[in-house]
């Protein structure tokens, strides 16, 4: 079993900066990716950043820039730091772990919140 637990949400002003962290714990065995999602109200959920565990990344468009994904292999941890964050990147951001066989895991999600 796997779990992925996630921290580091809340509100921030527009401008801001806030580091999204998402521990995994349990059977880690050829791990290929993780990576955050997020979905905004009425919209449907889509990938931000990813990171493979060579450590290839891959962004959404409108993030590049302004965010950046890492991954601590040690302590099975990816991080996402955003900055100069806009109203538009409110949404419920999920962390997301992809095993190489196909195996795909969620974590429970934390709400980000850009608002003066």
């Known amino acids: 079993q796997v779990q992925l637990v996630e921290s580091g949400g809340g509100l921030v002003q527009p401008g801001g900066s806030l580091r999204l962290s998402c521990a995994a714990s349990g059977s880690l065995f050829s791990i290929y990716a993780m990576g955050w999602y997020r979905q905004a109200p009425g919209k449907q959920r889509e990938l931000v950043a990813g990171i493979t565990s060579s450590g290839s990344t891959n962004y959404v468009d409108s993030v590049k820039g302004r965010f950046t994904i890492s991954r601590d292999n040690a302590k099975n941890t990816v991080y996402l730091q955003m900055n100069s964050l806009k109203p538009e990147d409110t949404a419920v951001y999920y962390c997301?772990?992809?095993?190489?066989?196909?195996?795909?895991?969620w974590g429970q999600g934390t709400q980000v919140t850009v608002s003066s």
């Open positions: 997301n772990l992809l095993f190489s066989g196909g195996r795909v895991y």
